[in-house]
């Protein structure tokens, strides 16, 4: 998943009129890619922002998703979700359009790029999942007669080797952390700081840290023989619940 992509995504660019990047509206900063977004200005072709999920984020902090991205890009919030958006994303493209067109569609892992191609064409042909990495090779979708989309895998920027925050987005999946306590503290720390609440409303967990882990084994009733907390069973869950995103911060 992702790495390696790199070559792929560039033909992507080459290949197209106009490049949609998706990015996830809660995490803009950590799955937007400048490289490649100054790649695609570079090469005079339209970049389209989409602000992905703005469904799951406040709309003072969806503002804030725009900053950073600087113009000739144009930013659309949107919702593949609720199909939010993507009127304005189908006016971007026939801007931008000069006769035929191939609008390629990139981004991070499970950011989705995917259901904004089912949302454009209005039902669903390509394939999504709640696991990144799930797209493979690139996929052309007939929009209309003008318009051909690319789907194409997610790609992580070349040098990203921070685990956690990989998983903290959605571009990493459970069974591919090779610390899950680790990553599960982690966790804990994040949500306690961003939405103190959280924990304690989601598994009944007041203590932090170590402490918090063991609450959810406890809670959960993973012990092991002996009455032990199972902390490598209670980091499954939450680590689980998180990348279902069940976990509000
Ligand atoms: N809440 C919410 N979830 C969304 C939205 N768009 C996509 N998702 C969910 O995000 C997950 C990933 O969606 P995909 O469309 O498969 O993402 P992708 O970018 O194609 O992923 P890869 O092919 O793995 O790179 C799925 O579980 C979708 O249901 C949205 O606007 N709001
Ligand atoms: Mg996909």
Redesign the pocket.
Known sequence: MGRGFASRVNRVIWQSDIVIE?IDARFPEETRNSDLEKKVIDSGKKLIVAI?????VSKERAKRAKRGILRPAVCVF?????KKGINRIMREIGIAKKGTAVIGVI??????????INALKGRKV?R????????RGEQLVRLNQEVMLV?S??VIPFGERDEFGLFLVGAKNVQDLSDKEFAALKLIEFIQKNNPKELEKKYGVVGKDEKALEEIAIKRKKLSTGGVPDLNAAARILLEDWSK?KLKT
């Open positions: 998706v992905n999920k703005a469904d799951l949107l919702s593949a979700k609720d981004g991070y892992p499970n950011t989705g790029k995917s259901s904004l390509a999504t999942s709640k696991r990144a990495g799930f797209t789907d895998p997610g995103g």
